[in-house]
T-cell receptor
Framework: AQRVTQPEKLLSVFKGAPVELKCNYS??????LFWYVQYSRQRLQLLLR??SRESIKGFTADLNKGETSFHLKKPFAQEEDSAMYYC??????????FGKGTKLTVNP | SQTIHQWPATLVQPVGSPLSLECTVEGTSNPNLYWYRQAAGRGLQLLFYSVGIGQISSEVPQNLSASRPQDRQFILSSKKLLLSDSGFYLC???????????FGPGTRLTVT
C-alpha cells in the first residue's frame, strides 16, 4: 500500500530560522515525490518535485530511499512561507497519495 | 494556456437533497481528472479519478458518484446528501504520467 506520513500538523518558526517539514513514505517501488503548497486564499499548487532536483523559493527536498523520506528544507524561513504544505507520492498509477499536511507559521 | 474552473464556489444544501458539482478544463485535451475532498487535519482524500471519457475510478466507497460526460468536464454528484458530505471539494487535472496536478479553486459544501 502507498502511504505518506507528515508527522507534524503544525510547525512554528521565527523568521530567519531554518525550517524542515518532514515527510515519510511507504511504497515498494520507485516513487515520484512532490511537495504541494497552499497559501492563504490561493489554490493548491506544486512547490517542487524530486525528479527536477531544483530549489524553489529557497526550498529543497532530497529523496532518501534508505530512510524512505522526502523532507522539505529551507535555511532561512520568511514570513511569506507561512502556508499549508502537503507531501505527495505517485507510485505506478495515475493518482497521487497525499499526506495530511503541515501548517507552517513563520513568526516575525 | 490551461485553466480549470469549478462551480459553484460555495453551496449550502439540506440533508437528503441532490448534489451536482462541476469542473471544466480549458486549453488541453484528454486530461486526467480528479476529485478530492480536503478536510482540516485529514489532508486531501482522493474520491474519484478519470483517465478518459466514461472511465471513472472510485477510491472511497461513499454517498458520492462521478461522471465524465465530455473530455474536459468532470461532475461530482449525489442523490441524497448526508451531513458528513460537508467539506471542501477540489478538482484537479494532469496531463498524465508522473506530472504535476493542477488544482481548481474548490467548492465549499455545507450540508444542513
Amino acid at each position: 500500500a502507498q502511504r505518506v506520513t507528515q508527522p507534524e500538523k503544525l510547525l512554528s518558526v521565527f523568521k530567519g530560522a531554518p525550517v524542515e517539514l518532514k515527510c515519510n513514505y511507504s511504497y515498494s517501488g520507485s516513487p515520484e515525490l512532490f511537495w504541494y503548497v497552499q497559501y492563504s486564499r490561493q489554490r493548491l499548487q506544486l512547490l517542487l518535485r524530486h525528479i527536477s532536483r531544483e530549489s524553489i523559493k529557497g526550498f529543497t527536498a532530497d529523496l532518501n530511499k534508505g530512510e524512505t523520506s522526502f523532507h522539505l528544507k529551507k535555511p532561512f524561513a520568511q514570513e511569506e512561507d507561512s502556508a499549508m504544505y502537503y507531501c505527495a507520492l505517485q507510485g505506478g498509477s495515475e493518482k497521487l497519495v497525499f499526506g495530511k499536511g503541515t501548517k507552517l507559521t513563520v513568526n516575525p | 494556456s490551461q485553466t480549470i474552473h469549478q462551480w459553484p464556489a460555495t453551496l449550502v444544501q439540506p440533508v437528503g437533497s441532490p448534489l451536482s458539482l462541476e469542473c471544466t478544463v480549458e486549453g488541453t485535451s484528454n486530461p486526467n481528472l480528479y476529485w478530492y475532498r480536503q478536510a482540516a487535519g485529514r489532508g486531501l482524500q482522493l474520491l474519484f479519478y478519470s483517465v478518459g471519457i466514461g472511465q471513472i475510478s472510485s477510491e472511497v466507497p461513499q454517498n458520492l458518484s462521478a461522471s465524465r460526460p465530455q473530455d474536459r468536464q468532470f461532475i461530482l454528484s449525489s442523490k441524497k446528501l448526508l451531513l458528513s458530505d460537508s467539506g471542501f471539494y477540489l478538482c484537479a487535472w494532469s496531463p498524465g504520467g508522473p506530472n504535476e496536478q493542477y488544482f481548481g479553486p474548490g467548492t465549499r459544501l455545507t450540508v444542513t
